[in-house]
């Protein structure tokens, strides 16, 4: 665990101005609007080269069987629908990372893609509500 950390705390590094670092790694894919997996080369054997990626600063609907309705279920489907589609139509992706999430098995941080943030587009598209920790509103009550 040690050794994840501090190969994690090398990609991270120091903050300046409130600017992270941003790294060039391949998208393996999408897993909902707000988390992705990216290949992660530096991670210590015998943990597998790869990572995945919570959206910091955003909720979007979860689809499939964590939707609490169907309405729920379909917006997270067009959720993750938007985020696959910028990510397969990008010229360039940059990964930022935060920290590691609440849960442990992923890391906050963003994805910017052809130079704007994901969290952004997803928020402005309305394919988001910023989320912060707090608790969650439900999808299924508009």
Do not use: H
Not at 119 to 142: F, H, M, V
């Amino acid at each position: 665990m040690k050794r994840l950390i501090a190969a994690l705390s090398l990609i991270a590094g120091p903050v300046f101005a409130n600017e992270l670092p941003r790294y060039e790694w391949d998208v393996l894919r999408v897993i909902d609007g707000d988390t992705v997996e990216i290949e992660a080369p530096y991670l210590p054997e015998p943990l597998a080269p790869k990572l995945s990626i919570r959206v910091y600063g955003v909720d979007t609907p979860e689809k499939g069987w964590r939707g609490q309705c169907e309405r729920e279920k379909a917006l997270g489907q067009e959720a993750s629908d938007f985020t696959t589609q910028l990510i397969q139509n990008a010229d360039s992706i940059m990964v930022e990372i935060r920290t590691w999430d609440k849960f442990g098995g992923r890391v906050l941080g963003d994805l910017w893609i052809d130079g704007e943030s994901l969290t952004a587009l997803l928020i402005a598209n309305g394919y988001a509500r910023p989320y912060y920790g707090e608790a969650k509103q439900s999808w299924c009550d508009e």
